[in-house]
């Protein structure tokens, strides 16, 4: 159990590879764009829905990635959701359900965590944008096309 936590803290030291790519010097990691997601739920998160699930999933969703790593759109994801899979089998099993759960986008929450998702991405892109003049409108249109919460889509840049 030990081993298995310390290598989802590693989480800490991956880079967003969107991030990485489009030339950001300093990218947040993995586990910042989980807290990032976390603190978009609390302030966001409607009271018909679950928060405490909400968070779960914005917190786990991407444990996966330590193993897998951050894969974006340009990679080649085919295995992507069976390699994911497996590495929560391994890390986490207790926390599978709430993968399973946020891949498949079925549920209010995880369709409202896909959307933080989104969310958090345009507003970190905007915030890059604006300390380093690199123009990240693909990661904002991206997030334009995801989200359909109105209110959410009125916090978009």
């Given at each position: 159990m030990r081993d298995e936590l310390k290598e989802i803290l590693g989480l800490k030291k991956v880079?967003?590879?969107?991030?990485?790519?489009?030339?950001?010097?300093?990218?947040e990691s993995v586990a910042a764009h989980s807290?990032?997601?976390?603190?978009?739920?609390?302030?966001?998160?409607?009271?018909?829905?679950?928060?405490?699930?909400?968070?779960?999933?914005?917190?786990?969703?991407?444990?996966?990635?330590?193993?897998?790593?951050?894969?974006?759109?340009?990679?080649?994801?085919?295995?992507?959701?069976d390699d994911e899979h497996k590495a929560m089998q391994a890390l986490a099993p207790e926390w599978v359900v709430l993968l399973e759960e946020y891949e498949q986008g079925e549920t209010p929450e995880a369709k409202f965590v896909k959307q933080l998702d989104k969310l958090d991405m345009a507003l970190q892109a905007e915030v890059y944008q604006e300390e380093s003049g690199i123009v990240?409108?693909?990661?904002?249109?991206?997030?334009?096309?995801?989200?359909?919460?109105?209110?959410?889509?009125?916090?978009?840049p």
């Open positions: 880079m967003r590879t969107g991030w990485v790519r489009s030339g950001i010097k300093s990218p807290w990032g997601m976390s603190m978009l739920a609390l302030k966001l998160t409607p009271p018909h829905l679950n928060l405490q699930r909400i968070l779960a999933m914005c917190i786990v969703h991407d444990v996966p990635e330590v193993r897998v790593g951050d894969l974006t759109p340009h990679d080649d994801t085919s295995s992507k959701a990240l409108d693909e990661f904002i249109e991206s997030a334009r096309q995801k989200i359909v919460d109105e209110e959410l889509q009125t916090l978009l």
